[in-house]
């Protein structure tokens, strides 16, 4: 006898399937290391001033209709011990970082080419769905993963730099493997004990949070934690618009 469809578990495409497997290794190996007392405290966090690290960046904001299941999160966690929690106005993940930090002078006749050239990509780009689900950690900080059915964003990264290669863009982080995902910082650790935040991070691996449908991106200078007071909004797109 075939099951119903309702007693069938959700269909799960082999590419989102490929980003949980990566996204789980990523927790055992950081897990790991930050029990050792290994987490990493960057040296400005409590010196907003004194920090002039900034970088070009195209992004995708958080919707704010997603934002309270991110402050439950962030409140669940921060229960467990301290640790710097982002503002809800720098809630964002990277498309594609453009210059790195430390790499990056404002040029404002490059950055208007630049925006040129991405228009005419994300005119083009295909309707994008982010399923924001789970917690995750690396050695600096807490985030929230976001899971894709296709590999359309990972393909457009690389679009990005070919089609900027005048610009001697960043490069795309290494991570080994032919598979991307998503990420959005919630919290950034200010000790290098962090044993308890692991903890709560381990009972929240799989929280759900929502669909985000990505309608809208940005190119941004911003600074390595995203204070809205920092950040210089350059040009916004919309996602399909051609």
Sequence with gaps: MRPRPEELPPFVSPYRAAQERLCEEIWRLNRARLVRGEALVDPFLDRPKADDRRCLTLLARLPVTLHPAVFDIQARLLAAGPAFPHPPRSFHFTIRGIYDYGKYTRVDA???????????????????????????????????????????????????????????????PTLDV?????????????????????????????????????????????????????????????????
Aim: aromatic share 8%.
């Design 110 to 172: 490059d950055i208007r080419e630049i925006g040129d050239i991405l228009s005419r990509l994300i005119a083009d780009l295909p309707p994008i769905t982010v399923h924001l689900q789970g917690v995750n950690c690396n050695r600096s900080a807490i985030y929230l993963q976001g899971f894709y059915d296709e590999p359309t964003l990972g393909l457009f990264r690389h679009a990005i730099g070919e089609a900027l290669a005048a610009f001697h863009v960043a490069p795309l």
């Design 178 to 242: 032919d598979i991307d995902f998503a990420w959005i910082n919630l919290l950034r650790f200010t000790q290098t004990d962090v044993a308890a935040l692991v903890g709560a991070v381990a009972a929240l691996r799989d929280v759900p949070v929502g669909p985000m449908e990505v309608q809208e991106l940005e190119l941004s200078e911003i600074d390595k934690f995203c204070r809205p007071e920092q950040t210089v909004q350059f040009r916004t797109f919309k996602v399909g618009s051609g």
